[in-house]
């Protein structure tokens, strides 16, 4: 970055060479080092103008968990607003980087952070409170928001009136608990006494426009609460995108495949892939515990399909939010049309009158309802239930076109400029048609040489632990291993001296055991110092992970006793709370604790980081 590449607006001062030393300085920083050197520098300006002893922070913290979480004074927390994200999928966290940025840009402080690196009692000295969160399931917290609201909704909490504070709730309306974390939080801000900004804006997840308008509110309040004593930033704007700008979902990179073995047996139920990618050089930087975010478009037949079932004009003009594009190219680049959602369902039960549809709609149906998103494509419903359709109410029907998230396998220590991923092919028959998951298949059948859009997904929550003398247990079934494999790539290539424990579940040991080779050649070499399978269809009775668990619960207690750090990946909606109540009567069993005393265990290594889990 030269002095020229820079737009300063306002007064500057620095002269020529204060500014090129100021590059040079900062010229092999990345974007979230800037930021923080930006509201480090802010709150150092603030400290000598004011002579007093606070700085204030407007850290954008994902991976300094320590720094963001030391506890500020009233004096600095009234100077700033605190912006806390919880979300399993980056959303949220992408929103509240938004805020701080725009904070930032209004010369304002503030401070982002995940909500997990926020002591909770903090909050009786906060001023200003930005909230953002997600809801999974069937109204569950993400894992990242448990302590906090344990802390919020329990009977220590505090009055907090000095407190002004507004929520972003988002959630997928599919679900009937529908945006339950964001609702639960700010009606327990308010019960407890703080004073609520702007009503809670719920965002389903076509989040944008509500996002969008949300943010715009959020800035107009704190500068309305700060503005009189917040400092002041000198604001710096890139001319140009700097060539070193990290892949996003926004600006994903090209990224080609190299690599695309199937790594389960032909006769298996399913054809999972391992794939190799080769990377940009550092503009693609992850590390294990990330995932890789794909964008594809839609398969052409299926778009077909929609257009003639509806008797629209792919070259049709449609204008939404502000960007337009023709019909075609919005369904087959930019809106789901192989999972359905709620809006269009409600658009065809408005439009075609049909009791049968209006049933699925109703709070009692959500099972059946649930089931039939589960199973049912766009075409398959306007086909069902024919209406007249404008092509600018399909495309409002239907919801934005998300990227599809893969846990990468692999570590760049070990393997430089190349990620891998564990891919299981989404194909299925429904009434004698073949279906297919748009993104899984096309990576599936792309040839060498296919060149892919892709980002990096950061997912600081799951990673090694930075004590290289930790213990790791690993509980992944079915691709949910593909994090582990990453795991212990970058453990051997950082030679760190803690034992490795994989539990692993699959179908049949000789058709799906993931990666077998290799676990099997770091058993021998000691680098895995356990390895427990699970396969739940070679025999009459199931059997899954969990039923390992609780086999070797007494080991499994011990190496938690030493110190061990526990990882779980995979689906969330059996398994995952499977594994939990496992966890839970190995604890009470082999630590003879009370069930209740059992959960406070697991949330205290969840708190402190080691339980963490990667689950959707
Ligand atoms: P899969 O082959 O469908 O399942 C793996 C094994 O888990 C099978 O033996 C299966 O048994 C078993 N299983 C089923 N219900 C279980 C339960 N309640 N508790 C424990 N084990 C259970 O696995 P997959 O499709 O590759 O991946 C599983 C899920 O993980 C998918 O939903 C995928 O989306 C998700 N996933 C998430 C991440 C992430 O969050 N980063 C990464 C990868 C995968 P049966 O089928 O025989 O009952």
Known sequence: MSANRLALTGLVPLDADGAAHLDSLIADLDPAALLWVSGYTAGLAAERARGTAWAARAAVAHDAPAAAAA?????????????????????????AERLGRSLEVAGLAGQVLNVADYPPRQLSQERLLYLVTSTHGDGDPPDDARAFIEHLTGRRATRLEQLSYAVLALGDS???????????????????????????????????????SWLEQAVASARAELGGDAPRLAIVTPLRPSAQALASRDAPLEVELIGNQRITARDATRDVRHLELALPGQRFEYQPGD??????????????????????DPSHAVTVEGTTRSLG???????????LARPLLERLAERTGNDELRGWLLPAQAGEFRRRLKELQVADLLKRFPADWEAEALVGAL?????RLYSVASSRR?????????VAVVEYAYQGERRVGPASWQLATAARGTRIKAYVEPNPRFR???????????????????????FLQQRIADGARGRHWLVYGGRHRERDFLYQLEWRDLLKRSKLARLDVAFSRDQQDKVYVQDRL?????????????GAHLYVCGDAERMAPDVHAALRDVIVTHGGRSPEAANEYLAELARTRRYARDVY
């Open 399 to 403: 919801h934005p076109l998300a990227p």
């Open 329 to 339: 190219h919005w369904l087959t680049g930019h809106r789901e049309v192989t999972r």
């Open 464 to 486: 090694v632990p930075a004590d290289g003398h930790r213990d790791l247990i690993m509980i992944g079934p079915g691709t949910g291993v593909a994090p582990f494999r990453g």
């Open 174 to 212: 599919s679900y009937p608990q529908f945006c339950a974390t964001g609702r639960l939080l700010d009606l327990r801000l308010d019960e407890l006494g703080a004073r609520r900004l702007a009503p809670r804006v719920e965002c389903d997840v076509d989040l944008e426009p509500k996002a969008a």
């Open 71 to 95: 506890p500020a004074s009233r004096a600095e927390s009234s100077a700033r607003a605190t912006i806390l994200y919880a979300s399993q999928t980056g959303n949220g966290r992408r929103i």
């Open 414 to 422: 070990e393997l430089g400029d190349e990620a891998h991923l564990a």
């Open 291 to 312: 995932a890789v975010g794909v964008l594809v478009d839609n398969p052409a037949a299926t778009v077909h399909r929609i257009l003639e079932l509806t008797r629209l």
């Open 550 to 562: 609780r086999e070797h619960g007494r080991e499994l207690y011990a190496w938690l006793e030493n």
